[in-house]
């Protein structure tokens, strides 16, 4: 269905990495139905490379954790009336919020008080902590599309007009470069065996996860090397400090040889093994079929203030689309370098343990495709409901 204005206006918001790789591909999708929409919201580079205006961009908001959010909360407030401000003045055609529920739900509110429809894509984790804000999506949203299968029976049962609509990632094809030619590209010893260490794509998580990921790596004494991709939302200043954090090459003496990449998931398709900072890279891991093990570590207030209030039986998104431990969950204090290297030597060498994995990702893997494209869906309803609303 065509739009009725010819110049749409799309709000959208994702302070994420992981959303904003989303919304890049939203917006030309879109575009195929609504060729002269324009876009404007909180974003990141990538986005704004397609010609997205940026009222807030996503590198100034993302924050992680109860402590960390504190800490910012002037600064967050400040850009957040910049959306509402803009959001006011421009009365755009639709809307599209990307996870990111700190920020996104309160925006659901100010969009739907001007009548603005609601597209909620990529649904916050409101079945494990924070249900209630579920009156908050059945008041403020008018589709919730999930991209985890289990997640649309929830919202349904509470009320609210949910569609399971896949995994993006599902559609995405293997990465097509060769192990030759990623081996050159960062000279990297094509003879032995890699494993990638990925700490997360926020510069905290980086700095809480990376050293011990790399003390783990040190304790290994065998012929690998270690892959570090880098998210492309971290700053300039963040990968210098990253480098800051690596041995130095061959020392000490028999030390690890790691690599900072930019490709995360050829980084997953090439590797033996993975160690994996829950979030969306765990899902890549599994749709690629690396076996991983899942890693994570916060302040411990944060920690502390989660045990009470987080009620599902994993962390792992893989686990818990399985029902079962499927990946190892290494969480807090049980994250050690000793437990990380034990549990590599492991997926490294143990053939009957790699083959278990192997098909239980593939079975997990099976769930999370759709029979349409899950972006194509969401450009779909996106343009239907621009149609009434103008």
């Known amino acids: 269905m065509a739009p009725a204005s010819d110049q749409p206006k799309i709000f959208i918001s994702t302070g994420e990495a992981s959303g904003e790789h989303y919304a890049a591909q939203l917006i030309p999708a879109i575009r195929k139905l609504a060729p002269n929409a324009e876009f404007f919201g909180l974003g990141g580079q990538r986005m704004e490379a397609l010609g997205f205006r940026r009222i807030v961009r996503a590198e100034d908001v993302a924050v992680m954790g109860i402590t960390e959010i504190i800490q910012h909360i002037p600064r967050i407030y400040g850009e957040y009336r910049k959306l509402k401000v803009s959001i006011a003045k ?21 969009l739907h008080k001007l009548g603005v429809p609601v597209i909620y894509f990529v649904s916050p984790q409101l079945w494990a902590w924070k249900k209630y804000r579920i009156h908050k999506v059945r008041r403020f949203v008018d589709r919730m599309l999930v991209i985890f299968p289990f997640e649309q029976s929830f919202y349904r049962e509470h009320g609210v007009n949910a569609r399971f609509v896949g995994h993006p990632l599902a559609e995405v094809p293997l990465p097509s470069i060769s192990r030759k ?5 960062y000279s990297l010893d094509p003879s032995k065996s890699w494993v990638g260490l990925l700490p997360g794509s926020r510069f905290k998580e980086v700095r809480l996860n990376l050293p011990e990921m790399i003390e783990a790596a040190s304790q290994l004494q065998e012929p690998l090397e270690f892959l570090v991709p880098l998210a492309p939302t971290l700053t300039p200043e963040h990968v210098a400090h990253v480098r800051t954090m690596l041995p130095a090459d061959g020392l000490p003496a028999g030390g690890p040889r790691i690599t900072l990449v930019e490709d995360a998931r050829a980084t997953l398709h090439h590797a033996r093994a993975s160690v994996v900072a829950s979030g969306t890279a765990t899902v890549e891991a599994a749709l690629i079929g690396n076996p991983f093990i899942v890693v994570y570590r916060v302040s411990q207030l944060t920690y502390s203030v989660a045990k009470r209030v987080v009620k599902v039986p994993h962390v792992a998104m893989v686990n818990l689309i399985a029902g079962r431990e499927v990946v190892p969950e290494l969480i807090q204090s049980d994250f050690t370098a000793g437990n990380v290297a034990s549990h590599l030597q492991n997926l490294l060498h143990n053939e009957r343990a790699r083959a278990k994995m192997h098909a239980d990702l593939a079975q997990v893997s099976a769930t999370l495709h759709a029979d349409k494209s899950p972006i194509e869906q969401v450009a779909s309803i996106t343009v239907e409901l621009m149609g009434p609303a103008r």
């Open 181 to 185: 030619d990623f081996a050159d590209q």
């Open 90 to 110: 421009e009365r755009p055609d639709a809307a599209i919020l990307i996870d990111f529920p700190d920020v996104n739900l309160s925006l659901a509110r100010t």
